[in-house]
């Protein structure tokens, strides 16, 4: 997991996730940003560390970035780079990874 900030915010807006999948993903943390409410909930019962309803995260976009599983991940701070690496024995410079405006 890598996440970037935006401009001037406590926590990032945005984390991105790689997986044995073969896949680099892009969710939106809005949910968490404001405080739990204004997203879906997991399921009935699920609940957060505070006991209220655990808000769920929105995927907003999916590469698939390697042709095996992806075991690495890394973001430059500038959030303009993200770094993968996998078991097919290569990296990937990601410059054009999952972004939304």
């Known amino acids: 997991l ?21 896949t680099l993903k892009k969710w939106d943390l809005s949910p968490l940003l404001a ?14 560390a505070s006991g209220e309803e655990a808000p769920t995260l929105s995927c907003l976009a999916t590469v698939l970035a390697h042709s095996k599983e992806v075991n690495a991940l890394a973001v430059a701070p500038n959030d303009r780079l993200a770094i993968t690496g996998s078991q097919d024995r290569s990296l990937k410079a990601n410059t054009e990874y999952p972004r939304v405006p």
Do not use: I
Not at 2 to 22: F, I, M, N, V
Not at 35 to 48: E, F, H, V
């Open 2 to 22: 890598a996440a970037g900030a935006a401009d001037g915010a406590p926590l990032p807006a945005t984390l991105l996730s790689a997986s044995k999948d073969k």
């Open 35 to 48: 405080g739990g409410g204004g997203g879906k909930t997991k399921k009935k019962g699920a609940t957060a």
